[in-house]
């Protein structure tokens, strides 16, 4: 069982530069999320999905999109990527609402 | 993980003492809180957690408590062990909303063996 997987786990983009970040979860979960984390900063949120075909945009959506064709994959696309995007990004998955969260290991994202 | 290395509290304990982590929250409407750990260049692994009908709930080696009038939180290990060395941050669910979680900046448990 793998979990949620997140792939590449590293990456070096160029400003203006276009990206997706893939997650995949084989746990059958509904719920899936999008973090980002940054230096001094708890977690914050990007998109989330609460199902195929469904998604919703967080705390910080500007600058990215999401879609949600499977109930397994849920990938982020950086549309044109800025220095202000050099993070660690988690996706993360749930059985439902309010429930715990089981994150990947991260896409560690330099923008030069 | 590393990436939030920066500015962290630091909680420094011998291998087998006990070690206690805090976290304050601040939505009074926060009513499902989540104690998170993160190992250098890993996801955040769930610990345990808690909802606001109850004060103390415990778990392997592990017990959260939580004191709503005072809106804290905190994580107790027990004997301590070099892999519980990581960083542990709380989250807060707000009671309104599906995705209205609040993450902490975490705070950086170091095990002296």
């Known amino acids: 069982n793998a979990g949620v997987t997140q792939t590449p786990k590293f990456q070096v983009l160029k400003t203006g530069q276009s990206m997706t970040l893939q997650c995949a979860q084989d746990?059958?979960?509904?719920?899936m999320s999008w973090y980002r984390q940054d230096p001094g900063m708890g977690l914050r949120l990007i998109h989330y999905?609460?199902?195929?075909?469904?998604?919703d945009q967080g705390e910080v959506p500007n600058g990215y999109n999401v879609s949600r064709s499977t109930t397994e994959d849920f990938p982020l696309r950086l549309l044109s990527a800025a220095p202000s995007q050099t993070s660690v990004y988690f996706c993360?998955?749930?059985?439902?609402?309010?429930?715990?969260?089981?994150f990947g290991d991260g896409t560690r994202l330099s923008i030069l | 993980g590393e990436s939030v290395g920066l500015h962290l509290p630091t909680l420094s304990v011998q291998e087998g003492d006990n070690s206690i982590i805090n976290c304050a929250y601040s939505?009074?409407?926060?009513?499902?809180f989540i104690w998170y750990k993160q190992e250098s260049g890993k996801g955040p692994q769930f610990i345990i957690d808690?909802?606001?009908?109850?004060d103390k709930r415990q778990g392997q080696r592990v017990t959260v408590l939580l004191n709503k009038t005072v809106k804290h939180l905190s994580l107790q290990i027990a004997a301590t062990q070099p892999g519980d060395s990581a960083v542990y941050f709380c989250?807060?669910?707000?009671?309104?909303?599906?995705?209205?979680?609040?993450f902490g900046i975490g705070t950086k448990l170091q095990v002296i063996p």
């Open positions: 993360a998955s749930q059985t439902g609402f309010r429930q715990p969260q089981h």
């Open positions: 746990m059958n979960h509904e719920y």
């Open positions: 999905s609460v199902g195929a075909g469904i998604t």
């Open positions: 939505n009074s409407a926060s009513d499902y």
């Open positions: 808690i909802r606001s009908n109850m």
């Open positions: 989250a807060e669910i707000d009671s309104g909303g599906y995705q209205k979680v609040t």
